[in-house]
């Protein structure tokens, strides 16, 4: 049995570097969510390398998601319409977001007495009014609103993408303003500040989705100047975000604003050049199989990775450090396709989405936050 779906997802036709780029950048998000779950019960300060490598690739990778749904919203609404469009956005994110916001929600308040965690009722609520205030779940929170008002400028105001970026900028400096004075907007924080990303995503995507600019942006010589900037920007982020006080690895998101928005910028292109490098050779697969799952990845991770630490800090006793990290790493990203596939293959399909697929097969959502097929 085939418990990844390997062979499946290797052989239908979708755009590669898309499923490159989920599958560097859901790791990468896994890296920081270990790390997180990790915090108090090893001591990091020992191995302060693992720290700076999770500053230093941070910055670059949820801006990067906004982007690669925005790149297949055009193309989403043309096949779907308008209400298609909004109700497959609700059914493949709103609808997981509850659902494993809700057990992971459940779990915590199961287990507040051993694990002192702030977790209450009013959690259930803050999934969609103030996500950040359950953790990682601002992100579905933020795509699903972003992609229903998008499309809706879109289609019924008929707004091009151009403006659509205009718009992005003028909601960009509204977030800087707040995190700047340290307000509060609840949900529409995130809202503001990657709709511009979203809308870049439509701007670009009839030059990224078009065949004959593969070879163009496969070009190690595009890559090599990429990557010597790039190392110079995150080194100067990291740098400061080292040093950010109470804000922490946001320091820079939250106090700097338009640096972050330049480092944001400058780690997508140099990260989606990459992906076209590893699609032209062809390479690393089991990236491809890892970007596809990114989306069940991200609804489950911080459940497994926690599942993870328990037992090999309390169960089996592990005490070296690395390797800890490195396990607990691994399972947030591994354990959490296993499932997916498992379920579906159970009939359990209705954790992940509304409707029946109606498929032998997993099939990822049209235009899923993170998982987006080709158009």
């Not at 997180?36 to 720290?51: E, I, Q, R, T, W």
């Not at 070879?215 to 040093?243: D, G």
Request: aromatic share 16%; charged share 15%.
């Amino acid at each position: 049995m085939n418990f990844f779906n390997t062979q499946h997802i290797l052989k239908e036709k979708r755009w590669k570097w898309i499923d490159y780029d989920k599958g560097i950048s859901i790791i990468l998000v896994g890296f920081g969510h270990c790390l997180s779950v990790l915090k108090g019960h090893v001591d990091l300060d020992a191995y302060p390398v693992f720290n700076y490598v999770a500053t230093f690739l941070y910055g670059f990778r949820m801006p990067l998601f906004f982007i690669i749904s925005g790149i297949f919203i055009s193309s989403g609404l043309k096949r779907k319409g308008y209400n298609g469009y909004v109700t497959n956005r609700a059914d493949t994110i709103l609808y997981p977001l509850i659902v494993w916001g809700a057990i992971q929600i459940t779990l915590e308040l199961f287990t507040a007495r051993i694990s002192n965690n702030t977790v209450t009722p009013a959690s259930y609520l803050y999934l969609l009014v103030d996500p950040r205030q359950t953790g990682h779940f601002w992100y579905l929170n933020a795509l699903f609103c972003i992609g229903a008002i998008y499309a809706t400028m879109k289609s019924l105001l008929k707004m091009k993408p151009l403006a659509q970026v205009g718009l992005g900028l003028i909601l960009y400096c509204f977030s800087a303003y707040i995190h700047v004075n340290d307000l509060q907007a609840g949900f529409l924080t995130d809202v503001c500040e990657f709709y511009l990303f979203f809308s870049l995503g439509d701007l670009i995507s009839n030059v990224l989705l078009t065949e004959q600019n593969v070879r163009r942006f496969s070009s190690l010589k595009l890559f090599f100047p990429l990557a010597v900037i790039f190392v110079i920007i995150q080194y100067q982020f990291a740098k400061i975000n080292l040093h950010g006080g109470v804000e922490g690895i946001n320091y820079v998101e939250h106090k700097m604003p338009f640096f972050f928005l330049f480092e944001a910028l400058f780690g997508c292109t140099i990260s989606i050049n990459f992906s076209f490098l590893l699609q032209k050779y062809n390479a690393l697969k089991f990236l491809r199989v890892i970007g596809f799952h990114s989306l069940y990845i991200y609804c489950m991770q911080i459940i497994m990775v926690t599942v993870a630490r328990v037992i090999l800090i309390n169960v089996l006793k592990v005490h070296y450090v690395p390797a800890i990290i490195i396990l607990v790493w691994i399972a947030g990203v591994i354990i959490p396709i296993f499932i997916y596939n498992i379920c579906l293959k159970l009939n359990m399909w209705w954790l992940f989405t509304f409707r029946n697929p109606d498929r032998p097969k997993p099939i990822a959502p049209a235009e899923p936050a993170l998982e987006l097929k080709s158009a």
